[in-house]
């Protein structure tokens, strides 16, 4: 079992569509999760950060935590064209200094 | 001004050199990183720095040698260049990577080292 994992897509969403991206973790013990945007080329940007169960919204996005399952969602509401990029889920195990990223899901917008 | 700056952007080499990779951040934060991203996009931690302490130091060749100058400054030197080095490597920081809500990581822009 991977320690973050991602559906590597692609999703693909129409323009002004919820997208809906997902990611699970392994270790119980993680603390901090993250949600980083990378576009074609650049490097990634920190978008979400959230560390506690439940629901954080930042704009268009909110972030979906769920420690029981451990599980971590983003939701983009109302999706533009320029949302099209690969998302990172990352996740800081307990304790330490390690971050650990999952491979990524990629996300078409559709004008 | 920019907050992680890398250098080179590109680089590209043959097979045997010695490269290195500079990294400066002047976000005043404690924590940095080397990450390496291949052709499959997938981000794996080299190496941390905190303080200029090595807390990280992942599976690597010891090819790879970080070096930390002061807490502002990351390098990362690489030997005997070989054809699977080739990737983005992504320097990044972190206000105070070992605590909760304080190690949200910026990263700079990349280094994309071809081998030859």
């Known amino acids: 079992q991977k320690e973050v994992e991602q559906n590597s897509g692609p999703l693909s969403v129409p323009e002004g569509a919820i997208a809906s991206l997902n990611c699970t973790y392994s270790?119980?013990?993680?603390?901090?999760f993250f949600w980083y945007r990378q576009y074609s080329g650049k490097s990634p940007e920190l978008i979400m950060s959230?560390?506690?169960?439940g629901d954080k919204e930042d704009g268009r996005f909110t972030a979906q935590l769920n420690k029981a399952s451990q599980y971590v969602s983003l939701l983009i509401r109302d999706s533009q064209p320029s949302d099209s990029a690969t998302y990172l889920c990352?996740?800081?195990?307990?304790?330490?200094?390690?971050?650990?990223f999952g491979a990524g899901t990629r996300l078409f917008v559709k004008a | 001004d920019t907050a992680v700056s890398q250098t080179p952007k590109y680089l590209v080499t043959q097979m045997g050199n010695d490269k290195s990779i500079k990294c400066e951040q002047n976000?005043?934060?404690?924590?940095m990183y080397w990450y390496k991203q291949d052709s499959k996009k997938f981000l794996k931690i080299m190496f941390s720095?905190?303080?200029?302490?090595?807390?990280i130091n992942e599976t690597v060749p010891n090819r790879f040698s970080p070096k930390s100058p002061d807490k502002a400054h990351l390098n990362l030197h690489i030997n005997s260049l070989e054809l699977g080095d080739s990737a983005v490597y992504f320097c990044?920081?972190?206000?105070?990577?070992?605590?909760?809500?304080?190690?949200?990581?910026?990263f700079g822009p990349g280094t994309r080292l071809t081998v030859l």
């Open positions: 990044a920081s972190s206000p105070r990577g070992g605590e909760a809500s304080y190690n949200e990581q910026f």
């Open positions: 270790d119980r013990g993680s603390q901090s």
């Open positions: 959230i560390y506690s169960n």
């Open positions: 990352a996740v800081k195990r307990s304790g330490g200094f390690k971050t650990i």
């Open positions: 976000l005043g934060h404690d924590t």
């Open positions: 720095y905190n303080n200029k302490e090595l807390i």
